[in-house]
């Protein structure tokens, strides 16, 4: 029977003619169909681009056209080359979206349909950071102090650290004034836990979330307890103080986490976004972004 593989329905429709081979003997319910090269993509990451080429191995030597088409906002259709091609997003994580294409070759038609999974992916950790000067934000210390950044951005070990987060470790003891990087509002705290540090039980961390005018959100994380100096609602400005830093939750030592999300509608450390500061007197590296176990004034 077939072949190549067949479009629409792709496994529905194999079953069906399969039984009908079956039971009726001898049918070519396939033979009018346009014929497809390979099978689209059925998962994307969310923040990778989907491409799916639609291409024909039907004899006919007819223009492959799309007739009509049904796909989701984020994918766009190029009809001169037959490319679905797109990228999801926030905030489409884990939906579905149904792509339904009639194709139409000389004689043959069919109509193409699936659904595409979008799944939370990886981030791109090689990404340009920007130039410094333009930076909203400001280095979360008092002008003229300087610490030590434990741990940078997008750590190799997946099992441990900063892998796939554009975050921040400032080793800045117990107790040290932090201070907002960025003026927003205060979307939420938490100083209620010990601050003993080694607890990777989840939630065990103090911090203070501020939500920026464009959007994005910067946490502030492993305060001491009682250590926060806002709350929900205050409009900060930047370099006001927030916090006091500490070893809350799961920090092998007491620092300060920063981290900067695209939205606030998810705080998955794949939805973080690269950042660097204004005022920080140190080395960048090839990305213009902050260097392990490198020293920061700020100035
Ligand atoms: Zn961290």
Same mark, same amino acid.
């Given at each position: 029977m077939m072949?190549?593989?067949a479009?629409?329905?792709?496994?529905q429709r194999f079953l069906l003619s399969l039984m009908l081979t079956v039971?009726? !003997? !001898?049918g070519d319910s396939d033979?009018?169909?346009?014929?497809?090269?390979?099978?689209?993509?059925?998962?994307?990451?969310?923040?990778?681009?989907?491409?799916?080429?639609?291409?024909?191995? $039907? =004899? $006919?030597?007819?223009?492959?056209?799309?007739?009509?088409?049904?796909?989701?906002?984020?994918?766009? %259709?190029?009809?001169?080359?037959?490319?679905?091609?797109?990228?999801?997003?926030?905030?489409?994580?884990?939906?579905?979206?149904?792509?339904?294409?009639?194709?139409?070759?000389? =004689?043959? $038609?069919?109509?193409?349909?699936?659904?595409?999974?979008?799944?939370?992916?990886?981030?791109?950790?090689?990404?340009?950071?920007?130039?410094?000067?333009?930076?909203?934000?400001?280095?979360?210390?008092?002008?003229?102090?300087?610490?030590?950044?434990?741990?940078?951005? !997008?750590?190799?070990?997946?099992?441990?650290?900063?892998?796939?987060?554009?975050?921040?470790?400032?080793?800045?003891?117990?107790?040290?004034?932090?201070?907002?990087?960025?003026?927003?509002?205060?979307?939420?705290?938490?100083?209620?836990?010990?601050?003993?540090?080694?607890?990777?039980?989840?939630?065990?961390?103090?911090?203070?979330?501020?939500?920026?005018?464009?959007?994005?959100?910067?946490?502030?994380?492993? %305060?001491?307890? =009682?250590?926060?100096?806002?709350?929900?609602?205050?409009?900060?400005?930047?370099?006001?103080?927030?916090?006091?830093?500490?070893?809350?939750?799961?920090?092998?030592?007491?620092?300060?986490?920063?981290?900067? %999300?695209?939205?606030?509608?998810?705080?998955?450390?794949?939805?973080?976004?690269?950042?660097?500061?204004?005022?920080?007197?140190?080395?960048? =590296?090839?990305?213009?972004?902050?260097?392990?176990?490198?020293?920061?004034?700020?100035?």
């Amino acid at each position: 029977m077939m072949t190549s593989i067949a479009i629409s329905q792709v496994k529905q429709r194999f079953l069906l003619s399969l039984m009908l081979t079956v039971f009726l !003997c !001898c049918g070519d319910s396939d033979s009018s169909e346009v014929m497809l090269k390979s099978e689209p993509p059925l998962v994307t990451d969310h923040n990778r681009e989907y491409t799916y080429s639609i291409r024909s191995v $039907s =004899d $006919s030597n007819s223009e492959l056209v799309v007739i009509e088409k049904q796909i989701p906002s984020w994918l766009s %259709f190029d009809p001169e080359s037959n490319i679905l091609s797109g990228t999801a997003g926030w905030p489409n994580v884990n939906e579905s979206f149904p792509v339904k294409l009639d194709l139409q070759q000389g =004689d043959l $038609s069919s109509e193409l349909s699936y659904s595409i999974v979008v799944e939370l992916g990886e981030i791109v950790c090689d990404q340009e950071f920007g130039n410094p000067e333009d930076s909203p934000y400001v280095l979360p210390y008092t002008l003229g102090e300087t610490y030590t950044f434990g741990q940078v951005y !997008c750590s190799e070990n997946p099992a441990w650290g900063h892998h796939n987060w554009f975050a921040y470790d400032i080793d800045m003891g117990n107790g040290t004034i932090v201070l907002a990087s960025r003026e927003g509002e205060i979307i939420a705290t938490k100083e209620d836990q010990p601050n003993i540090g080694g607890d990777c039980s989840g939630g065990k961390e103090n911090f203070v979330f501020i939500l920026h005018d464009d959007g994005t959100v910067m946490s502030y994380v492993h %305060f001491t307890t =009682d250590g926060v100096l806002v709350e929900t609602g205050d409009r900060v400005v930047q370099g006001q103080e927030i916090g006091l830093s500490g070893n809350s939750g799961c920090s092998s030592g007491p620092h300060t986490h920063v981290a900067l %999300f695209k939205d606030r509608t998810n705080f998955d450390r794949q939805s973080t976004i690269p950042f660097n500061y204004s005022n920080a007197d140190g080395p960048l =590296d090839m990305n213009q972004g902050l260097v392990l176990m490198e020293n920061y004034t700020a100035r």
